[in-house]
């Protein structure tokens, strides 16, 4: 009958760093969900390791304890006996896990990305800007427009002392990638120019000073070539489904994880890691501020986004909208 290691990894929820070890020969995991896995355990995979062979059938804690405490010893021990193993940072899943579901995470996303908003609207915000002991404040108005098969989110950042006032145009549809349109004023009080097409490049721009880039504002990363379903878990209380979108690119945002809730198809928490599995920003609404509002529409009140490179965050609170 064969035998299971269950391994347990206590970490805060938004940095994963764990080694993941597959034997080479019928190895196989299983994802539990949480921070659990469990892997094929043969007694004679203790065998392999000198001196560690009378632990084989005692306690899986003591097991675990010297995984840990000796796992460089072990990767030199493992590799030497035709075992192979990747180190996994970030929170990214080797894709032989169980639980990977990639035509679901296509369906999820285009489901998401082309839910067109049922009114136009107006909503009138503030960006509160905390970078050390510096604050900035940036009143911004975000307006929705539908058109047919598509939809215009509009965000107008005024002018401050500092700098310009900024504008970004984002028109979604409902079968096709989005278009950014962003123009900024050359100083404090001047006009804003027409805006211009916005380049691939470009896209991780910070928006009025913000935390916000521009593509974040257009959940850009929905468009992705890669999207994956992993199992659905609980954030803010609320049951959701796991995104993880990746694509290719080297020096910026290489893979997002974000939390979608189950009713409103909106996300939660996001987590955005480059190439590397570093983390780079973290998303999240404020729990008590997602509600609905007496038409039961659902409506947030405050979001942040914290940058994890710069040390600054990003607060946007906001009022209810007001229907056109």
């Not at 306690?59 to 990767?75: C, G, T």
């Not at 307006?143 to 098969?149: A, L």
């Amino acid at each position: 009958m064969e035998k299971t290691l269950s391994i347990r990894v206590h970490r805060r929820e938004s940095v994963v760093q764990f080694l993941w070890l597959r034997p080479w020969r019928g190895g196989r995991f299983a994802h539990c969900g949480g921070n659990s896995i469990e892997m094929p355990f043969h007694e004679s995979f203790m065998n392999y390791l000198p001196g560690m062979a009378s632990y084989a059938n005692q306690a899986q804690s003591r097991l675990i304890k010297l995984l840990f405490v000796l796992r460089q010893p072990l990767l030199a021990a493992l590799a030497a006996f035709g075992f192979h193993y990747v180190a996994m940072a970030g929170g990214m899943l080797p894709p032989a896990l169980v639980g990977r579901d990639e035509a679901g995470g296509r369906a999820l996303a285009e489901q998401i990305r082309s839910a067109m908003p049922e009114e136009d609207s107006e909503i009138h915000g503030v960006f509160l800007v905390s970078a050390g002991k510096t604050r900035n404040r940036i009143p911004v108005v975000c307006e929705v427009k539908r058109h047919e098969g598509t939809w215009e989110t509009i965000y107008q950042a005024e002018a401050t002392a500092l700098a310009g006032a900024e504008r970004l145009a984002i028109i979604h549809s409902t079968n096709g990638p989005s278009r950014y349109f962003y123009a900024r004023a050359a100083k404090p009080g001047g006009p804003l120019p027409e805006p211009a097409p916005v380049l691939p490049a470009a896209m991780e721009g910070p928006f009025a000073g913000s935390d916000f880039s521009l593509g974040d504002l257009g959940l850009e990363f929905l468009h992705w070539p890669g999207q994956c379903e992993l199992k659905g878990e609980m954030r803010l209380g609320r049951p959701c489904y796991v995104l993880e979108s990746t694509h290719a690119q080297p020096g910026g945002i290489a893979r997002v994880k974000s939390w979608i809730d189950k009713e409103s198809l909106g996300p939660l928490v996001a987590e955005a890691y480059d190439s590397e599995g570093r983390e780079i920003k973290e998303f999240s609404l404020d729990s008590k501020s997602f509600k609905k509002d007496a038409r039961g529409h659902w409506q947030v009140e405050e979001m942040t986004i914290e940058n994890l490179k710069t040390h600054s965050h990003t607060d946007l609170k906001l009022d209810m909208p007001k229907a056109q």
